[in-house]
């Protein structure tokens, strides 16, 4: 289950808690209930975040060299923060993702979006094979995060190449000469970022302002590039693939039976982008009456928790706004729950509201194909053609 969170793993029959041991020989405590998973969230004492981002395959010497060649660091900033710092970088991030800010996004990125619905639907009208992911849903997380947060100019293929890589070091299987290879890429942005950290307005400006480090903006600056739109881009073509298989869903957008928002909601609750996110036990305690020891790894499977039937009556139905759809442990929860859920969810609420109609009549062609992870989907490619 460990590398594969999703599909049939997530509905076979599962104990609460089962110890599964990885490709390296290491014991991950996985989590399967909502309430336990929500337990562990919620509880950053017992329960700290501090191996968020710990490579699941230990890097080898040659890949470390690599690293310290471009001098990466990646000190604790935002999720693996447990520390005095992490309220207040936390508190600036989230003014830069203010829901009034999200929201005066909303009628830019729609406009986008229609103008690419539009030269997508000629295109299928004119009988060629689109690619849903890298036409339509690859680039738009990071163009409104660059409105955002003010980036300063970088090609968006660059971003996307380093954002998926990283996501592939540090939560992927590997061996060690793709590891070198990722490190190479992952390490050249790094050099790249810390110019922005450096020079950079917006956010960056904020938090050197804030007092904060060149490797604390660096690391902020990371963090949320990776998390900050790979993360929807993975879940925008997840829950439009799952919309092909839901025509009724389709026809009650079309009627405006169904709402958008809710929508988003049972897609994040059925196809999350992140299917687990880790803790580390920091005490001895007990966790659904089994003893855990100080430093064990918790896999909270937050697929598998939006699946409980004590959230939803039908778990495994795509029905929108049924009582329970909301209660997706998606974006975690507590102190470290994702400060840009807003933003996730104006974002594919104007991609379903814009682009489910493409869905209607078609033949999915390639569906996405996810490689092995711990913790993201990362489809390659979602191509489809008119029936
Ligand atoms: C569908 C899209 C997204 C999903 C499913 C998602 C999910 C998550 C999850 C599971 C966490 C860990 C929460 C925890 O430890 O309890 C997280 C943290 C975080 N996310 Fe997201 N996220 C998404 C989009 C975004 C976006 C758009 C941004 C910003 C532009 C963002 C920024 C962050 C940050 C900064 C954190 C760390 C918060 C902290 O530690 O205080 N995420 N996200």
């Given amino acids: 289950m460990l590398f594969r ?3 049939e793993s997530v509905d076979r029959r599962w104990p609460d808690l089962a110890t599964v041991v990885d490709h390296v020989g290491v014991g991950h405590l996985v989590v399967t209930r909502h309430a336990l998973v929500k337990q562990v969230l919620t509880d950053p004492v017992t329960f700290r975040p501090d191996n968020a981002l710990d490579a699941v395959t230990p890097m080898p010497v040659a890949a470390l060299r690599v690293l310290a060649g471009h001098r990466f660091r990646l000190p604790p900033t935002l999720a693996n923060n447990s520390g005095a710092s992490h309220p207040e970088i936390r508190g600036i991030v989230a003014d830069a993702l203010h829901p009034t800010r999200v929201a005066a996004q909303q009628p830019w990125l729609t406009a986008l979006v229609r103008d690419r619905v539009a030269r997508l639907t000629a295109d299928l009208d004119a009988g060629r094979a689109v690619d849903l992911y890298a036409e339509l849903a690859a680039d738009l997380p990071l163009l ?28 992927a299987p590997l061996d060690a000469e793709r590891q070198r290879a990722l490190a190479t890429e992952v390490g050249r942005f790094h050099t790249v970022l810390r110019g922005f950290a450096a020079t950079g307005g917006g956010l960056a400006a904020r938090l050197r302002a804030a007092g904060h480090s060149p490797d604390v903006v660096v690391g902020a600056l990371f963090f949320l590039l990776v998390a900050g739109q790979e993360t929807t881009s993975q879940f925008l073509t997840l829950l439009l693939h799952r919309l092909t298989g839901e025509p009724e869903v389709r026809a009650g957008l079309r009627a405006g039976e169904v709402a958008a928002a809710d929508v988003v909601e049972e897609g994040l609750r059925l196809e999350p982008p992140i299917v687990t996110w880790r803790r580390v036990a920091a ?13 064990t790894s918790i ?40 400060v840009g859920a807003q933003l996730a969810r104006m974002e594919a609420a104007v991609v379903v ?35």
């Fill in 5 to 7: 969170g999703w599909g």
């Fill in 299 to 338: 896999v909270a499977w937050l697929a598998r928790a939006g699946r409980d039937p004590e959230v939803v009556a039908a778990p495994a139905d795509f029905r929108p706004g049924q009582p329970g759809s909301r209660r997706h442990l998606a974006f975690g929860a507590g102190a470290h729950r994702c």
């Fill in 144 to 171: 409104v995060l660059a409105r955002l947060v003010e980036l300063p100019d970088a090609p968006v293929g660059a971003v996307k190449d380093f954002a998926r890589a990283a996501l592939e070091l540090f939560w």
């Fill in 283 to 295: 005490v001895d305690t007990t966790l659904g009456g089994t003893t855990v020891p100080a430093g």
């Fill in 353 to 387: 509201a814009e682009a489910a109609p493409l869905l209607d009549g078609l033949t999915v062609v390639r569906p996405p194909w996810c490689p092995d992870n711990l913790t993201f989907r990362m489809p390659d490619a979602f191509v489809i053609r008119r029936a």
